[in-house]
């Protein structure tokens, strides 16, 4: 259970240290305090009220430091829980934000959405509500195990062997609910997702609800998450009955051996002193037995807040991309694949197979190939969204593994069909780019980015906010403003996927404009899809399959009247394309 | 848990948590019973255990007999005490299960009628966290409130009753640590009141916050490897933790003292300082402290779990308010059952149609039009025109604000949302798949469509052959094994379209989002698909829907010209214009190199 936590917290873990340390110190002064019952109360049940309000100074003393202590733990115990809301969050942020794209499938994205929000606020209300009453429910119980062995040594006896027999029962029933908490976790996170889906697909699934189509995924996720619930409400049911037996089960233990004791006593003249001890030794096992029972009684919290600890932990465990230790900035605009094969895991087949690609500084090259061909995995490796399988892959003469992650970013800017906007105006997003820039320069950037009569159109200009994933604007909009964004970053290398970027007329004029006016300025590698900007290129590269099959200049290559000519050929079957069908037939 | 119209209808005088646990009240009534008799006989051992004391040290008639009849009687009593407790505990959990799983349905069910605006104004974490974690929420409302009050109450009550009847005045003395508690306790709530708006909305914050973040990251891998490109994230995080802190300090000073005040340790060391003044006043016999001794420190458990548990119920109501404002979002509005119309044939009229945005800018005036069966209608017109509207209008995610739309002479208004969207297919520019696998996202308009039909809808749609070459076929799930380009997702939402085989087709022509054989391969679908059907095709290249039958351009949410491609170009209006801009006689030559 600690031991995540540790990891959690990193450089705040004296945090959680210092407020061990000062629960089970409180722990301890309580139970002691509490056995100073043992004379005051034996005082008073002989008789002697003085000797009884001797001792009992000394209970009033322990407890004016027990209240003082208790403060203190509750602070304590507030600030490992604002270390982890705050320190913990930051550093599964920084965590996330290194690993490799393949990472971010919709499930792991649904879990760790659960863990961040969900999960950390739970284990945040862990030291304040849990741990304290479990640490002094553990701790108080073996002072007060002491005290009965000095008054009664088979009650300790009995008491001491509890302690061990509880510990088995409720790490016992821990393991049991294991199982079962995790399902219910993993239901939750789907269903999480499933509702994160039904918000971002709701046209389509709502014009696709003919027959309850559009909701049946979601309420089948709901009706899982329930399944699994129901579940973990029956195990741990019998998890929380297993415990507080156990516990009832020492007490019993207790009262049949004080039982014993007295009617050993009954037989002979009553000895006071031995009477008045039993009374005093049954007085400390409730003692001894009610924060047993409170303890019992968190297992269940305890167990899920564990199962949160896991799924944390599993994120943590994620390999990030190895940053080198003494990383070298980059020389030129150059890029070089060496014998690059790249899976997206290991039991999946290759993508790229052994492809060797040299493009020079301030050249353009167009990528060309079917869907599917590699195309995007080659331009993600330049930019190291993931590490390739074998081979490396160079910018600027240097390999992308032994240069710091603000070097390549730095080199290289991006005009890619994930056009994700952040929250915030468009000027904000804009200056993702480049945080110095000034108003003028973003609004360069916007005016080159196509976004002038966009601009002119809303009151507020580029002070606009743009909505979660800039679901106000149009696709073509967000596009627009992705590209001044990259366009504003001045990087040697500029990519672009021009098949996804290019969304409408508008957008497809943007980025010729864009290629032509960046061309022999910078590196440009762009996937290709306008006839015009594959003439523009100095050099083709053709894909197929994960290889390259063809490459050189479009004259060249047009001559050579293999797959690129091809291409040549479909790309004019399209541009004959009509809507109006009877028409189409005609034309084709 | 009624339908969500009968919730709407009842009265706002209720709370929402009462409206919310309506359906399930009895049983958590029976819970709380159950709790707070089991805690009432876990109470009996410590009676037994002063019982026997006084019998001994008072006269020797004590027999064996007598001390084991006490020991077993209190034995007995726990466990009969724990498994009541125990029953009502997961009674209260099954009710919870229930109505949590209503209530997601129910709203589930709501939201999916309520115009679509709804959602585009909203992140999507602030759906997740209203139909998860809000509902979640109640959990604590549902499943522990009710039991450990039950629990706490019946504890204190026979508490209060054994000691009342063994010395009124100890009886005071023993219990005033816990009005002190309340005391505290009602101080620390009041203080966090006037911050659990902040604690609140912050919590909303954090969730678009990691939305945002996680779908961003390739943004901030390009950008931000820096650091600085989850500022927002970082940012969410601090301002939540300074929330977090605002709401919790001036909680925290009280509630320690709340807590101290109640600590064994201070209850035991009061009883027993009252106990020693009483018996040196005289007023009370030495073994008479005994039962408070035993007794009183037992009160602190139900009464912290209670404390807990308040903690936890601000958050509860809060949440159930949000639930019954969700459930009661108004919808788009509904045929009453009766009123339904059938639609006859499907000519499509749009009559004095106009539209505005709630955030003002773009919209429509007072369009009309008619799509004759059969022929095919294109929008042409700048980006903002309004030429998305306009067929989102048609397909009702919002209503017109004035006018009306007709599909075979019946009002959209008037038709079952199910029957209008037989009619109504539509490919769309925004390609959403959800998660699941091909087969269910192409049967996505009609589950009970068989393979075989699944399977022609994609040949169709020329992404059979594609689809067939994934690792599982149709079994493959998007996003894990079914990875798609751009032009491929849009084949598989023509396939989709295509199943559900509607008269009229809606169509966003993003052609352009496809590679070039991606291009060849949907146009040629949609040539096949759209062969017979009226058609409505939002074009953004002109030179794609020349041949239309009609064309409308619209300009600033109107109607400016309407009519053929030869007969617009005639009249040299904006049309004309567009077409000369556009260049599109001469582009295919330009591109292509010579040899």
């Not at chain 1, 009617?263 to 003249?269: A, H, V």
């Not at chain 1, 269940?300 to 994120?315: F, K, N, P, T």
């Not at chain 2, 990691?210 to 969410?236: D, L, T, W």
Request: aromatic fraction near 6%; include cysteine; glycine fraction near 8%.
């Amino acid at each position: 259970m600690l031991k995540p936590l540790v990891q959690l917290l990193g450089d705040d873990v004296p945090v959680l240290h210092r407020y061990v340390c000062m629960a089970v110190f409180y722990a301890l002064l309580s139970g002691l305090t509490l056995t100073t019952l043992v004379p005051v109360l034996g005082h008073l049940l002989a008789g002697d009220v003085r000797g009884a309000a001797l001792w009992l100074l000394l209970t009033l003393a322990g407890m004016a430091v027990c209240w003082t202590c208790r403060r203190r733990v509750e602070r304590a115990g507030v600030a490992v829980g604002v270390a982890i809301l705050q320190g913990a969050r930051q550093r599964i942020g920084d965590h996330v934000a290194r690993l490799p794209l393949g990472w971010f499938s919709a499930q792991n994205t649904g879990q760790l959405g659960h863990v961040i929000t969900q999960g950390m606020m739970a284990v945040a209300q862990l030291p304040a509500h849990v741990f304290t009453p479990v640490i002094t429910g553990a701790v108080t119980p073996l002072v007060i195990v002491v005290a009965l062995f000095a008054v009664h040594w088979p009650l300790g006896l009995i008491a001491l062997l509890g302690l061990p027999v509880l510990a088995v029962a409720l790490l016992l029933s821990a393991r049991l609910g294991q199982r079962t908490d995790r399902a219910f976790h993993r239901h939750f996170a789907d269903a999480s997702q499933r509702m994160v889906e039904f918000a971002q697909a709701q046209s389509v699934l709502r014009a696709f609800n003919g027959e309850g189509g559009g909701t049946q995924l979601l309420e089948q996720a709901i009706e899982r998450q329930r399944t699994s619930g129901l579940r973990l409400i029956y195990q741990s049911s019998l998890s929380v009955v297993l415990n507080a037996w156990v516990v009832q089960v020492i007490f019993a233990a207790l009262l049949i051996a004080a039982a014993l004791w007295l009617n050993g006593l009954l037989g002979s003249t009553l000895d006071h002193a031995a009477v008045i001890a039993l009374i005093v030794a049954l007085l400390l096992s409730s003692r001894y037995i009610e924060p047993l029972l409170d303890v019992a009684s968190y297992a269940e919290i305890l167990r899920s807040a564990s199962g949160q600890l896991d799924a944390v932990q599993a994120i943590l465990a994620v390999a990030a991309l190895p940053e080198p230790e003494q990383p070298q900035p980059p020389r030129d605009g150059s890029i070089e694949l060496r014998n690059v094969s790249m899976a997206y895991a290991p039991d999946q087949p290759d993508v790229l197979h052994d492809v060797s690609l040299r493009i020079e500084p301030g050249s353009m090259t167009a990528l060309v190939g079917a869907s599917g061909s590699g195309k995007t995995t080659l331009v993600r490796l330049i930019a190291r969204f993931f590490d390739a399988r074998e081979g490396s892959v160079l910018v600027g003469g240097v390999d992308v593994r032994h240069m710091s992650g603000s070097h390549l970013a730095g080199q290289i800017s991006q005009i890619f069909q994930d056009s994700y906007l952040f929250q915030g105006s468009i000027a904000d997003n804009i200056r993702i780019g480049k945080p110095a820039a000034s108003a003028a320069e973003i609004l360069a950037a916007a005016q080159q980015a196509g976004l002038g009569e966009l601009l002119g159109r809303l009151p507020q200009g580029l002070d606009t906010p743009v909505g979660e994933g800039g679901a106000r604007l149009s696709g073509g909009e967000r596009q627009r403003i992705a590209i001044a964004r990259a366009l504003i970053k001045d990087a040697a290398i500029v990519l672009v996927d021009e098949a996804t970027a290019a969304l409408d007329a508008e957008n497809q004029q943007v980025i010729a404009q864009t290629l032509a006016r960046l061309r022999g300025q910078r590196t440009l590698v762009v996937i290709a899809h306008q006839l015009s900007t594959v003439s523009m290129a100095d050099r083709i590269v053709v894909l197929d399959n994960g290889r390259v099959i063809e490459q050189g200049t479009p004259a060249a290559l047009l001559c050579a009247n293999g797959r690129y000519a091809q291409f040549l050929e479909q790309r004019r079957a399209a541009k004959g394309w009509r809507v109006a069908h009877a028409c189409a037939s005609e034309l084709q | 848990m009624g339908t969500p119209h009968t919730a709407a209808a009842k009265p706002k005088m209720r709370g929402p948590v009462s409206q919310v646990l309506d359906p399930i009240r009895g049983r958590l009534l029976i819970a709380a019973l159950l709790a707070g008799v089991g805690a009432m006989l876990t109470l009996v051992p410590l009676a037994g255990i002063a019982h026997v004391a006084g019998r001994v040290m008072g006269d020797n008639a004590l027999t064996a007999h007598e001390v084991w009849w006490a020991v077993g009687a209190g034995v007995a009593s726990l466990c009969a005490g724990m498994l009541l407790i125990s029953a009502g505990e997961l009674l209260a959990h099954l009710a919870d299960n229930r109505i949590t799983h209503h209530l997601r349905l129910a709203i589930v069910q709501r939201l999916s009628r309520v115009p679509l605006g709804w959602f585009t104004s909203r992140a999507s974490g602030e759906v997740k966290q209203a139909i998860q974690d809000d509902i979640n929420t109640l959990h604590s409302l549902t499943a522990h409130f009710y039991t450990t009050v039950g629990r706490a109450v019946g504890a204190i009550v026979l508490s209060l009753v054994y000691l009342f009847a063994m010395d009124w005045r100890m009886a005071i003395v023993s219990i005033l640590p816990f009005p002190g508690f309340f005391l505290f306790f009602t101080r620390a709530m009041k203080a966090s009141e006037s911050n659990m708006q902040a604690f609140v909305e912050g919590m909303g914050r954090i969730d678009n916050a990691v939305v945002e973040f996680v779908n961003g990251i390739p943004v901030v891998k390009s950008f931000g490897a820096v650091g600085k490109a989850h500022a927002s994230y970082r940012e969410a995080v601090d301002a939540f933790a300074r929330a977090f802190v605002g709401f919790t300090r001036p909680l925290v000073g009280s509630m320690a003292n709340a807590n101290a005040m109640i600590a064994p340790v201070a209850v035991l060391g009061g009883v027993l300082t009252f106990g020693t003044l009483f018996v040196a006043l005289g007023w009370l016999a030495p073994l008479d402290v005994l039962p408070f001794a035993l007794v009183t420190p037992g009160l602190c458990g139900p009464l912290l779990l209670l404390h807990y548990i308040t903690h936890d119920l601000n958050n509860a109501v809060g949440a159930a308010r949000r639930v019954q404002a969700l459930l009661d979002t108004p919808v788009l509005e509904q045929p009453a059952a009766g009123m339904q119309q059938t639609p006859r044939g499907s000519e499509i009229r749009f009559e004095h149609v106009s539209y505005c945005y709630e955030s003002a800018g773009r919209g429509l005036a007072d369009i009309n039009l008619v799509l004759k069966p059969g022929t095919t209608t294109a929008v042409v017109g700048c980006s903002g025109a309004g030429k998305s509207t306009l067929a989102r209008l048609l397909l009702r995610f919002f209503d017109p604000t004035q006018g009306r739309i007709t599909l075979g002479g019946v009002d959209l208004r008037q038709i079952e949302t199910a029957t209008l969207y037989r009619h109504i297919g539509f490919v769309l520019q925004e390609v959403r798949l959800i998660h699941a696998s091909v087969h269910d996202n192409i049967a996505l308009g009609r589950p009970s469509a068989t393979r075989q039909q699944i399977e022609d809808a994609a040949r169709t749609a020329n992404i059979h052959a594609r689809i067939v070459a994934l690792p599982r076929g149709y079994d493959s799930v998007v996003g894990e094994d079914a990875q798609f380009s751009g032009g491929e997702l849009q084949r598989v939402s023509i396939a989709r379209a295509v199943l559900l085989d509607p008269p009229v087709l809606v169509l966003d022509e993003a052609t352009a989002a496809a590679d070039a054989e991606s291009e060849v391969a949907i146009q040629d679908a949609l040539s096949r698909f759209a062969a017979g059907r009226t058609l409505l095709v939002i074009a953004h290249r002109l030179d794609t829907v020349m041949h239309a039958d009609q064309i409308i351009v619209l300009d600033n949410g109107t109607v400016f010209e309407q009519g053929s491609h030869t007969e617009l170009l005639a009249r040299k209006g904006l049309y004309a214009r567009l077409w000369a801009q556009g260049d599109y006689q001469h582009s295919e030559e330009q591109a292509v190199p010579s040899c």
